[in-house]
């Protein structure tokens, strides 16, 4: 159940937003001269993204912890405890000047030299139309090698992409050989069936810390949710489906392939949405209140602001 990183060379720099960045706790302008840095991303990695709402990074405790376990797995050690991960963080958030934006931590390991990177990366969130009406997926034929192992495998990345690009898909639901569908592309995926929710076992998918939630709010509402898979064949018996994910939440299917599914107006993936956008903010109101996010100590800022490096 770990996260492996494989990147292409100057995939990271390219996916990289904003005017800083932070390496082993310095701070970095991101003028080209700066970028690469980025790299020397190789070897062995292990990386998480977090969404930032409103300043604060949402579960954090949860994604560092997904985080050092993809490490220990991988037999590697993160050279970040979690406060500096924290300051860093908040210090982008500050110097960035943006406070709704996902975060990518990369600890990468090569010829023994240890590199730690925190930055912004581009952040598509859904608008409220989407969460309205639902996206368009697809049926893909394909599913990961080893599901709990996260790779940046760029052809078989780049097929789904040119399947959804081709389709005009928001996503692609992935089909092993079986006929099962097993998860999103870049997502978990949930089913609404005979008023039970379903979802394939987490033995089989990426563990997700939104699906995590998902499920713990099912539980709130009493609602029956069962880690069985679903045929693609079983389709036409579902009354909605949703994905879950850090930068999408929940959100509803509104059709697979030419299959329309009504699942926005399902009164309870309503309830599920519902609620969990409730604990969201309940979070991240519970972290404003303990001054979560609010920046590095003065000695800390001190040290990243002068290890600074100007552009030309």
């Not at 509104?254 to 309940?282: F, G, M, N």
Request: hydrophobic residues 35%; charged residues 25%; contains cysteine.
């Amino acid at each position: 159940m770990f996260t492996q990183i494989i990147v292409k060379e100057n995939e990271m720099r390219r996916e990289a937003i904003s005017d800083f960045f932070i390496a082993n706790h310095k701070l970095y302008s991101t003028e080209n001269e700066n970028m690469d840095i980025f790299d020397q991303i190789g070897g062995s990695s292990v990386y998480e993204v977090i969404k930032i709402v409103d300043g604060i990074p949402l579960f954090f405790e949860e994604h560092i912890g997904r985080m050092k376990n993809s490490a220990r797995l991988s037999e590697m050690t993160i050279c970040k405890n979690e406060n500096e991960i924290m300051e860093e963080i908040s210090m982008l958030v500050k110097n960035n000047r943006c406070k709704n934006i996902n975060v990518k931590l990369v600890q990468t390991w090569s010829e023994g030299k240890s590199l730690f990177l925190t930055c912004f990366i581009r952040s598509e969130y859904p608008g409220r139309k989407v969460y309205a009406q639902g996206i368009h997926t697809i049926l893909f034929q394909g599913e990961r090698k080893s599901p709990h192992i996260k790779t940046i495998s760029s052809s078989f990345r780049d097929k789904v992409r040119k399947a959804r690009e081709i389709s005009g898909a928001y996503e692609a639901l992935l089909v092993d050989e079986a006929g099962y569908i097993a998860e999103g592309s870049r997502s978990n995926i949930f089913f609404l069936k005979q008023g039970r929710i379903y979802t394939p076992p987490i033995e089989t998918v990426l563990p997700g810390v939104t699906r995590r939630h998902v499920m713990q709010v099912c539980k709130t509402l009493e609602t029956q949710v069962r880690e069985e898979p679903l045929h693609f064949g079983e389709l036409p018996e579902i009354e909605g489906a949703f994905i879950t994910g850090t930068t999408v939440d929940v959100l509803p299917i509104s059709s697979v392939d030419d299959r329309k599914i009504l699942s926005a107006s399902a009164p309870l993936i309503q309830k599920i949405k519902e609620q969990y956008d409730e604990e969201v903010k309940t979070y991240v109101t519970l972290r404003q209140a303990q001054g979560q996010g609010q920046g590095p100590s003065t000695e800390n800022r001190r040290v990243l602001l002068s290890s600074l490096r100007p552009g030309p």
